[in-house]
């Protein structure tokens, strides 16, 4: 099984730290109508957010006193903390990052850059990475992913990066640091490593469904499973990426398929796997009840042009983003305060 104990034992002699990218983008106020109507019609759910998501305070106990700081800097201050990062990329809105983080940036002597969302990619790094501009626009995901890491000390030897959600408060510093240590081992293996963190129950603290699947891979977790040998997993804020090794045009796809449950995705998932040479995943997921993790490894591979491993992982706070929902917010806030 994997847990944060036994990530750190294996092989001896690795010390490669990492650069951290951390995805601090936004949507402008055209697409956060759009999604707040999604979010109303498609999950009942209220959407509060209207200014820049990774900025809005949220409130935590620390110490027994009532301490109140933006989204981004619960993850920030993780990041500073751990010594197996060197180097931290932020990409977003760089004004409003830069007035409200710049004084906490200050106080620590490990190097951290923003970047603006809102910048050009060079020329050199479209050409380095073959990037079509129609798939990969300059403010999407890709887009910003791409200028991180092109920024970052990882882009010049082609080494791996480690790619940071802002938006997950809960998310421990052991997680981080027990994913990393399992990256360590595993990066001359895989293009993009991704944690699959197991859900124990029928959903999450947040009432989310997990992606249920058979753990066919060498890290075994002890939570039960159901009548079809299954568990449930859900996406953490972290994964590991090397861009060298596999096609980023197909990146901002991937992040519009994320949420696997919903039906309208569904469709589109089963259509992509046809054309990748997988007609039956419908089927496997959801009348056989046999889908397995590797198989949806080798699946993913096919899609991004570039290997990709999944590896089983306890830790679901890590799972817990602000999407911009109410009761997001109140759930998340009601953690982050008992914690």
Same mark, same amino acid.
């Given at each position: 099984? =994997?847990?944060f104990e036994l990530a750190k034992t294996g092989e001896t002699g690795v010390t490669s730290m990492f650069s951290a990218i951390l995805m601090a983008g936004y949507n402008?106020? !055209?697409? =956060?109508?759009r999604y707040a109507k999604i979010v109303a019609e498609q999950?009942?759910?209220?959407? *509060?957010e209207t200014g820049y998501k990774p900025l809005r305070d949220f409130q935590a106990t620390v110490n027994g006193k009532p301490v109140s700081k933006p989204l981004i800097l619960y993850t920030l201050e993780k990041l500073y903390e751990t010594d197996l990062i060197d180097e931290i990329v932020i990409v977003g809105h760089q004004m409003l990052l830069e007035q409200r983080l710049n004084d906490f940036i200050g106080q620590h002597k490990k190097p951290c850059r923003i970047v603006n969302q809102n910048s050009a990619i060079p020329d050199s790094v479209r050409k380095r990475f073959n990037i079509i501009p129609r798939k990969v626009k300059f403010n999407s995901v890709a887009g910003n992913l791409i200028k991180g890491y092109a920024a970052s000390a990882a882009c010049a030897p082609k080494k791996h990066a480690l790619l940071v959600a802002a938006d997950s408060p809960m998310t421990t510093i052991e997680f981080i640091e027990a994913f990393i240590h399992i990256v360590q081992k595993k990066q001359r293996e895989a293009a993009i490593i991704v944690p699959a963190v197991v859900i124990k129950n029928k959903k999450d603290k947040l009432g989310r469904y997990p992606l249920r699947l058979r753990n066919d891979t060498q890290y075994r977790l002890p939570v039960k499973?159901?009548?079809?040998? !299954?568990q449930g997993f859900r996406l953490s804020s972290l994964m590991c990426v090397n861009p060298h090794l596999f096609d980023i045009n197909t990146a901002n796809t991937a992040y519009s398929l994320r949420k696997a449950l919903h039906p309208n995705i569904q469709v589109q998932l089963f !259509? *992509?796997? !046809?054309k990748l040479g997988y007609p039956n995943v419908y089927s496997k997921y959801f009348i056989r009840k046999d889908l397995s993790i590797k198989e949806v490894e080798n699946i993913t591979s096919a899609f991004f042009g570039g290997k990709l491993n999944v590896i089983p992982m306890l830790g679901e706070e890590a799972t817990y983003d602000y999407d911009g929902t109410e009761i997001e917010y109140q759930m998340i806030s009601d953690m982050?305060?008992?914690s």
């Open positions: 099984m =994997v847990d402008n106020k !055209r697409e =956060v109508k999950y009942g759910e209220k959407f *509060i499973k159901d009548k079809n040998g !299954r !259509r *992509i796997t !046809r982050l305060k008992s």
